[in-house]
């Protein structure tokens, strides 16, 4: 499969882009270049090898939900830098 001028112009009306002549010259090139090596990789036998989602064989960890009392308000304001009355007092940040 081979990428034409036409083919990036098309891509590009696509995408909103404009492109100088040399510039489409360099896209069509890389394009190009880029097909050239996807078709290097399907030459590559896989035959017998399964799919992967991952390279490695890392499992989430994940904890039992179980409920628990959440914390009172007075405990969570203990970690607050600074507190307004129940209320976490953080800087301005809308003029």
Known sequence: MSVTTK???YIAELAKLK????EMLTMTSELNNILHYVEKLNEVD???VLPLST???AVNVL???VEHQ???????LLNAPDRQDRFF???K???
């Open 55 to 57: 390279i490695h064989d």
């Open 7 to 9: 083919d990036v112009t």
């Open 70 to 76: 959440p914390l009172s308000s007075t405990a969570v």
């Open 19 to 22: 492109f100088s002549d040399d």
């Open 89 to 91: 007092k953080v800087p």
């Open 46 to 48: 896989t035959e017998g």
């Open 63 to 65: 904890r039992e939900d």
């Open 93 to 95: 940040v809308i003029g």
